[in-house]
C-alpha cells in the first residue's frame, strides 16, 4: 500500500511498537501489512464415521472441502456454503476445530468439524470425486494438496 486509505496522503516508513511499518503523516494511519485471507475448512463425518475428503479437478490433488470466506459470512456459514458446492451435501452440527496461520501465502486456514447425514455427490467445476475415509491406508499421503491437509488429516487420526 502506497497511500493512506483514509486521506489519500502517500505513506511513508516508520518505528512503531519496533515494526518498520508504513503510517500517514497527516491521519496517523498504520498499515500494518498483516492482512490475511481466510479459508474455511470442514471435516466432515458420515453415519458410518468416515471422513469426507475432495479429490480437486485443478491438479488432482485430495484435501477437504473449503474455500475463501466471503465478506458478511460467518466463518461457519463460509464452511458450510464451500463444503456445498464442491460436494453437494449440507454439513451440520459445523464446529471449530483448529486454525493454521500460512504466512508465506498469507493464508488463515479456520477448520471445522461436522456431519452429513447422506452421502451423495454433485458433479461441479472444482471437484472430481468424493473420497471416504474411514482408516489412514484408505488414502496416499503423497496425493494430498499440501502439509495443512496432511497435518490435519494426522491430527484426526491420532
Ligand atoms: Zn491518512
Known sequence: ???????GTRL????????????????????????????????????????????????????????????GETLEQGATREFYEETGMTVKEVKL???YTKDEIRLVWIVFKGKVDEIKFTDNSEVSEIILVKNPSDVDVRDFRGPLTIDVFNSLFE
Open 97 to 99: 476445530y483448529r486454525a
Open 12 to 71: 511513508v516508513y516508520n518505528i512503531v511498537d519496533g515494526h518498520n511499518v508504513k503510517t500517514c503523516s497527516e491521519c496517523n494511519y498504520i498499515d500494518w501489512d498483516n492482512w490475511v485471507n481466510v479459508s474455511c475448512v470442514t471435516v466432515a463425518y458420515t453415519n458410518n464415521n468416515e471422513i469426507i475428503m475432495v479429490r480437486l479437478k485443478e491438479d488432482n490433488k485430495i484435501t477437504f472441502p473449503g474455500g475463501y470466506r466471503e465478506l
Open 1 to 7: 500500500m502506497n497511500y493512506c486509505p483514509n486521506c
